[in-house]
T-cell receptor
């Protein structure tokens, strides 16, 4: 079955630096991959989607890359701010005719002022 | 911005009691979901619902769980006889499909505490 892993449970970074989060997956060749943000006690919020034919996608200070050979996506936040502190989840789309979106365990990012 | 609404925000119940969690998905969405998140753990899929029936369910979604959409707007998750390990945040989500990509919009969640 498909597996999705986010290698770091937690990441602390100084304000103004670039945060880089990693997502790896196995047993799957997704047509796209998604990133969500989750604040404590709240539901995940969709941030970005990157398709298999896109190497890179940007949205304001966010940048996502997708390497289908390595089966990896990197999520970057440039010029990080304390307000960026949250848990970031990568998600694989449905496969095999089903509609389940599968989430990674998440990386908890703390941006230190 | 359309949103998914969940009630109650927090429910405390005794073990063995029935619980119903309610959700109002986004009106023009067709697929609806329940996910669960035990404190400190990952967001886990429970069930998806389409065209008034379950389209997929996980191994967590056993006979104690049921879902229905009784009136075309509300989408409910019922746990018949709650166990301590059912304590978690339960998130409802509805799905939009745009250019072949599925994006979930989640509600704020219902925190269930089973004593």
């Amino acid at each position: 079955s498909q597996k999705i892993e986010q290698n770091s449970e937690a990441l602390n970074i100084q304000e103004g630096k670039t945060a880089t989060l990693t997502c790896n997956y196995t047993n799957y060749s997704p047509a796209y991959l998604q990133w969500y943000r989750q604040d404590p006690g709240r539901g995940p919020v969709f941030l970005l989607l990157i398709r298999e034919n896109e190497k890179e996608k940007r949205k304001e200070r966010l940048k996502v890359t997708f390497d289908t050979t390595l089966k990896q996506s990197l999520f970057h936040i440039t010029a990080s701010q304390p307000a960026d502190s949250a848990t970031y989840l990568c998600a694989l789309p449905p496969s095999g005719g089903y509609q389940k979106v599968t989430f990674g365990t998440g990386t908890k990012l703390q941006v230190i002022p | 911005e359309p949103e998914v609404t969940q009630t109650p925000s927090h429910q405390v119940t005794q073990m063995g009691q029935e619980v119903i969690l309610r959700c109002v998905p986004i009106s023009n969405h067709l697929y609806f979901y329940w996910y669960r998140q035990i404190l400190g753990q990952k967001v886990e899929f429970l069930v998806s619902f389409y065209n008034n029936e379950i389209s997929e369910k996980s191994e967590i979604f056993d006979d104690q769980f049921s879902v229905e959409r009784p009136d075309g707007s509300n989408f409910t998750l019922k746990i018949r006889s709650t166990k301590l390990e059912d304590s978690a945040m339960y998130f409802c989500a509805s799905l939009s499909q745009s250019s072949g990509a599925n994006v979930l919009t989640f509600g704020a969640g219902s925190r269930l505490t089973v004593l």
